[in-house]
């Protein structure tokens, strides 16, 4: 079974910055794309930023040019690097992998973390 777990989160001032990270755990060989998703109060989980195995990127508009994704393909973790905070960035943020091969030979498809509260304050 494989598991993602982030980290990361917190109460930060607008303008300031967070980084999360999130951690992918059992027996793998690769993973195809990770990323991130937001979900706020009342609204329904979006896109934040995905990357890929070969390291393309993409973006939501709102994350443009203010979030970062990276990942390190030997630990199987993935990272966002989020400046210039904005309250509308508070919410739970998700990591997210996708085709998940384990050593075994077993494909994982969509597999989510538990999720990391970001509060960002006025």
């Known amino acids: 079974q494989v598991q993602l777990v982030e980290s990361g989160g917190g109460l930060m001032q607008a303008g300031g910055s967070l980084t999360l990270s999130c951690a992918a755990s059992g027996s793998i060989f690769s993973i195809n794309a990770m990323g991130w998703y937001r979900q706020a109060p009342g609204k329904q989980r979006e896109l934040v930023a995905e990357?890929?195995?070969?390291?393309?990127?993409n973006y939501a508009d709102s994350a443009k040019g203010r979030f970062t994704i990276s990942r390190d393909n030997a630990k199987n973790t993935v990272y966002v690097q989020m400046n210039s905070l904005k309250p509308e960035d508070t919410g739970v943020y998700y990591c997210y992998a996708d085709s998940i091969a384990t050593v075994t030979g077993q494909i994982w498809y969509s597999q989510w973390g538990q999720g990391t509260q970001v509060t960002v304050s006025s």
């Open positions: 990357i890929t195995s070969s390291g393309s990127t």
